[in-house]
């Protein structure tokens, strides 16, 4: 089983820096895609920006959703599993839930994997003077 453990949300004023973070756990045994999505009420939940895990053809490389491109940088540690999002220039149209979304490969049993896909719990970032 695969778990994640977001922190890093809060109150901020316009124009401040949040830095988000997601620590996953478990046996894990490669972390393929790591993203940072966010919801408002009434809204659905959008894709800010992802990033491609290590040991794969595109590890490493980002995209970011237009509204955020320039402030906010997406990176992650191999060594420890966790996710990073830092936020810069924060407006007050970024106040939303952050959720992060891994998908890659756990390990079943000696030499047997399956794909999982997890959520984590969301943390409140609130933009506002």
């Known amino acids: 089983q695969v778990r994640v453990a977001e922190s890093g949300g809060g109150l901020v004023q316009p124009g401040g820096s949040l830095r988000l973070s997601c620590a996953a756990s478990?046996?894990?045994?490669?972390?393929?895609?790591l993203d940072w999505y966010r919801q408002v009420p009434g809204k659905q939940r959008e894709l800010v920006a992802g990033?491609?895990?290590?040991?794969?053809?595109?590890?490493?490389?980002?995209n970011y959703a237009e509204s955020v491109r320039g402030r906010f940088a997406i990176s992650r540690d191999n060594a420890t599993n966790t996710l990073y999002l830092q936020m810069n220039s924060l407006k007050p149209e970024d106040t939303a839930v952050y959720y992060c979304?891994?998908?890659?490969?756990?390990?079943?049993?000696?030499?047997?994997?399956?794909?999982?896909?997890?959520w984590g719990q969301g943390t409140l970032v609130t933009v506002s003077s």
């Open positions: 979304h891994l998908r890659g490969w756990m390990l079943v049993g000696p030499n047997t994997q399956r794909n999982f896909e997890v």
């Open positions: 478990g046996s894990i045994h490669a972390i393929n895609d």
């Open positions: 990033i491609a895990g290590a040991g794969i053809s595109r590890a490493g490389q980002t």
